[in-house]
């Protein structure tokens, strides 16, 4: 099989090109339309630095998902020989050499965007870094399940911080009113995400896999995601209204349609914690997971 075949199939199977892509998109807009200047116009989200700065944060989110690989790769090997690098699709030797590649690449396109984007991309590499290493702590961490996807999701605000300075031209200490509340509310929407990804029907559980769900149980897991939902929306809410004067209705309604909707879900599972009730939740906040990013864009826009 050809090198560009295997590692399309690597990426179909890891990355999930068109979906991943989608809420890369969205999660780029929302966090450039909070940076923007209302003087500024929508053809700033149309110049070649914008397309640059979503590209850097495409190959950020891969580098990411390659970091993953070769840390599970023992992992995986175990519990799921199925996946690329455990059935020897691609080898670790072939992994490395590919996240290198697209570090320098980033690392290229964050130098030509301003020193003001490159101080803060080296804030992120150096932190996704941290994460590869998890932390230096990683036994203790991987023994505090909830604690390892608390650190690890804090990447998005960064990733926001990237953003900011890119659409603003300003460096971090400088970033508009408001946009840091924003970034930080990055924290915890990823991190809802994350804790869902494992939260599981009972017939999912496999001895030896930890999951949130068997960690707190069902109502513990839910809990402690919809925490983080709150505590993510409300600091979206916040983040607007510093920014504009006012929280823009079709972002308020939005979210908080959204958010009942994910809560609902989260209620129906903890009554039936089953295969079918856990993948529509998943499938719920994924779903939420877009339409957040895609309402503050819509909502900032008409207001």
């Not at 070769?70 to 080898?91: E, M, N, V």
């Not at 991309?121 to 991987?142: A, C, H």
């Not at 924003?182 to 030896?208: D, P």
Request: with cysteine; aromatic share 16%; glycine share 8%.
């Amino acid at each position: 099989m050809s090198l560009f075949r295997r590692w399309w199939i690597f990426l179909q199977e890891r990355f999930e090109l068109f979906g991943t892509t989608l809420a890369i998109i969205a999660f780029f807009t929302a966090n450039a339309i909070i940076a923007l200047e209302p003087v500024e116009g929508v053809r700033t989200f149309t110049s070649i630095r914008s397309l640059s700065g979503l590209a850097l944060m495409w190959l950020v989110f891969l580098h990411m998902r390659l970091f993953d690989e070769a840390r599970d790769y023992q992992y995986d090997r175990k519990f799921y020989p199925t996946r690329p690098l455990a059935r020897g699709l691609i080898s670790l030797d072939e992994l490395w050499k590919a996240t290198l590649i697209t570090i320098i690449i980033e690392v290229a396109l964050a130098a030509n965007l301003g020193w003001h984007v490159l101080i803060a991309y080296v804030l992120l590499l150096s932190f996704t870094l941290l994460m590869r290493m998890e932390f230096f702590i990683g036994d203790w961490l991987r023994s505090n399940l909830e604690l390892y996807a608390i650190s690890q999701t804090f990447s998005a605000s960064i990733m926001g911080g990237v953003i900011g300075s890119l659409i603003s031209g300003k460096y971090l200490i400088s970033l508009p009113d408001g946009f840091g509340m924003f970034a930080f509310s990055n924290w915890f929407i990823f991190t809802v995400f994350e804790l869902s990804r494992k939260t599981n029907g009972r017939e999912e559980e496999r001895e030896g896999i930890e999951t949130y769900s068997l960690r707190l149980n069902p109502g513990g897991a839910i809990a402690l995601i919809t925490a983080n939902l709150l505590v993510g929306v409300g600091f979206c809410f916040w983040a607007c209204a510093s920014r504009f004067g006012v929280i823009p209705m079709g972002v308020l309604w939005g979210n908080i349609m959204l958010t009942f909707i994910v809560t609902i879900s989260g209620l129906f599972y903890m009554y039936r914690p089953n295969r079918f009730e856990a993948e529509v939740y998943r499938t719920v906040v994924t779903f939420f997971f877009l339409a957040y990013n895609m309402i503050i864009v819509a909502g900032v826009y008409w207001r």
